[in-house]
């Protein structure tokens, strides 16, 4: 059978370039797959870090978007979970080894197979050299095994639950598995595409949560989302008052930090987990206050499959939705300026069909 024709957005192989149209092939979907068509794409900081080789690990040319809403238009003879027709997601994820202890746990994000999982992009999400590449959302089309695809539930609005296959449950996935329930005292420290749906999914749960930023101005919004207090973090004075107050920190800072002042508002016994960076801290981790209150630093890799469908659900339930900005793809390269600079309010979502306006050869 032939490959498909496919056609999407990509970096060519710089680390200065911008994202340009191409046309590139994917394999028709096998007996366990489903072909489909792309309808929203979010647009996640890490598609950024990944385009910009920020990582060290990307594979050129670099198709980015790991949060994915579309429409089957195809499945393989085996394939019974879904039919043509039906609205689905795409995560973070399309495979991983499916043998290894995480993986059979239902835990695929942990995947301990020789490569890790596969990423929607990017291919494996340790590059074994081989030059394996994987495309994403920013195109017409992807094929999917049926097992890494998502129900979309009927009460979500189509058009902004994209993020929530990162954002989502990037920030669900700890919150779970760190017990966060009624009277939890969680802080959120950082209010952007993460930040933001972490603080609604906190108290949906029925915690107590307060918002640690640097900007003043994110106060209202951070109050809308569901915060019951503020902290600005350059404000030394606020953050001494909250010293030993928290039980639980979610960290969604994308860039490097000084997580040092966070700990300390931790009680005896309280968690920090960083999710937004996958890089050192910009100061070392004061050891001695982390062990006069037992205190843990940990961290947190995106979700699993089932925690995916999970917040997809928790969110249809509760009526969450993250706070979205809809643009062409063509004006992607403008959207990543000012996802840099801390312009976007506070995901962005690329309405795919301006992509068939593009004649690619």
Not at 212 to 223: F, N, Q
Request: one cysteine or more; hydrophobic letters at 40%.
């Amino acid at each position: 059978m032939e490959n498909l024709k496919a056609k999407g957005y990509g970096a060519t192989g710089s680390i200065l370039s911008s994202l340009k149209p191409m046309a590139f092939e994917r394999t028709p979907p096998k007996e366990d797959e489903v072909l489909i068509d792309v309808l929203y794409c979010g647009v996640c900081h890490s598609d950024l870090h990944q385009v910009k080789n920020d990582w060290g690990n990307t594979i050129y040319p670099c198709v980015p978007g790991h949060e994915v809403v579309g429409k089957v238009v195809q499945v393989g003879s085996a394939v019974s979970k879904y039919k043509v027709g039906d609205v689905v997601g795409v995560g973070c994820m399309i495979d991983s080894c499916g043998h290894c202890n995480p993986c059979t746990d239902g835990e695929e994000n942990y995947c301990e197979g020789p490569v890790s999982w596969t990423a929607t992009y990017n291919g494996y999400m340790k590059p074994d050299g081989s030059g394996f590449n994987t495309f994403g959302g920013y195109s017409d089309k992807i094929v999917v095994k049926e097992s890494f695809v998502l129900s979309i539930p009927d009460a979500l609005d189509i058009k902004s639950a994209a993020p929530i296959l990162c954002a989502g449950v990037t920030t669900y996935s700890p919150l779970k598995h760190w017990g966060i329930k009624a009277g939890s005292k969680v802080g959120v420290a950082g209010v952007g595409g993460l930040g933001h749906m972490a603080i609604k999914l906190a108290k949906a749960m029925g915690a107590e949560v307060t918002a640690i930023t640097r900007d003043e101005e994110k106060r209202s919004d951070a109050i809308r989302f569901g915060a019951s207090d503020v902290l600005v973090s350059t404000d030394k004075e606020a953050i001494a008052k909250k010293e030993l107050s928290l039980d639980f920190i979610l960290i969604t800072i994308p860039d490097e930090f000084e997580v040092n002042a966070y700990v300390n508002l931790l009680k005896k016994d309280g968690v920090l987990v960083t999710v937004g960076l996958l890089a050192p801290y910009a100061k070392a981790l004061n050891n001695m206050e982390v062990a006069f209150h037992r205190r843990s630093v940990a961290g947190s890799l995106i979700g699993s499959i089932a925690e995916t469908q999970e917040v997809l659900d928790f969110c249809a339930e509760h009526g969450i939705a993250p706070d979205t900005e809809m643009i062409r793809i063509q004006d992607i390269n403008d959207a990543y300026d000012k996802m840099k600079d801390k312009e976007v309010h506070y995901r962005y979502v690329i309405d795919m069909q301006s992509l068939k306006e593009e004649e690619i050869s």
